[in-house]
C-alpha cells in the first residue's frame, strides 16, 4: 500500500461512521453517473451510426394522387406516411394528397415520415329556401350560405305576389358544392287575360281541374294512383308545376288519389296556420301509419297563410309537420 492510500484509509477510518456512509454513497452515485453518460453517449452514437448509413432517397411527388397510390411511392422509397390534417379543396378529389412536408423532391434518408393532409373534395352547402322572399333577403340568404345569385329572370304568378321570388334552380335544401350559383324566378303579379297560369290543383278535387281545363280549352290527362297518400278522388300531383304559362290546345297531367277505402279508413282535418313574419317559409306535412310514412305536402307557405287538409290514414298515426326543416308539430292522432 503506498503512503497516499494509507493516507487516505486513515482518514476514513478517522471520521465518524455515519460521514463515511455519506462518503461512500456520493462516490457511488457518482461513479453510477459516469457509467449513464458513458452508456448514453454509446447509445446516440450506434443510432447515429445506424441512421447515417441508411440511404439517401428523394422525396416524391404525393400531391393529387390518392392516398393508396401515395403509399405504394412512399413504400417503394422506404419512407412513411402520416396523416397531419384533412381540408377542403375544389381542384383535388377527396381522399387524395392536398399537400405534403417534406416537399417533392427533397432529399431525406430512408425510414424519414412524410406528413401529409388529405384534400375533402369541394365544401358542400344547403341551398336556402328562396322562394316566396323579396330579391334582397334572397340575395342575403344566398350569400350568407356561401353560395351567389346568378340569372334573375321576372315571370306572372297567380301565388305570389309582385317582387317575391316564385322559383329557385337549385330547389330549396339541395346540396351544392359551395360557391355555386343560384338562379331566380320573381314575380312580376297576376297575369293579364292574354297570358294562361296553371293554376295549383294539389290537395284539390278532380272537379275543380276538370271545370278550369274546359274553360281554358285545356286538354285534361288523368292517371290514377292506387298508392297515394291523398284522399281518394284528390289530385296527388301535376305537369306542368303551379304557375307555368301554358296556351289553349295543350296537355295538363294530374295524377288523382285512387286508394283503396278501408274499413277501418279515417280523415284528419289539419287546420294549420303560419306564423307571422317577413319571409316564406318551406313546410313539409308527414304522416306515418300502418302503410309506412307519406308525404303530404311540400311547398313554400307565405307568412299567415292557412293549410288546411284532409288525411286519411288507417290505425294509429303521427303527423309531423316542419318548417324550414326544425319540427314544429307532431301529434299522435287516433
Known sequence: MTQNEQNFDDFLNNKPKKSRRLTKWVIALVVLAFFVALLFVSADWVMGALVHTRKEVSVPDLTKKPVSQALGLLAAQNLAIKQAGVEFAQNVPPGSVLRQIPSAGSTVREGRVIRVWISQGDEMVFVPTLVGTDL???????????????????????????????????KADSMVQKGETVSLIISNGQPPSSVVLVPNFKGKNLSEATLWASAQNINLIIKEDPT????????????????????????????VSRRPISDDEKVYHLHYEMPQGKNASHVRVVLEDETGENEILNETKQPGSKINLEIPYAGTATLRIFTDGVLVREREIL
Do not use: C, M
Open 228 to 255: 297515394s297518400a291523398f284522399r281518394n278522388g284528390t289530385i296527388a300531383a301535376q305537369r306542368p308545376a303551379a304557375d307555368s304559362q301554358t296556351a289553349p290546345g295543350t296537355n295538363v297531367e294530374v295524377t
Open 136 to 170: 334582397r333577403s334572397a340575395q342575403l340568404a344566398v350569400r350568407q350560405a356561401g353560395l351567389s345569385v346568378g340569372k334573375v329572370e321576372n315571370a306572372y304568378s297567380l301565388t305570389y305576389e309582385k317582387g317575391l321570388i316564385v322559383a329557385q334552380n337549385p
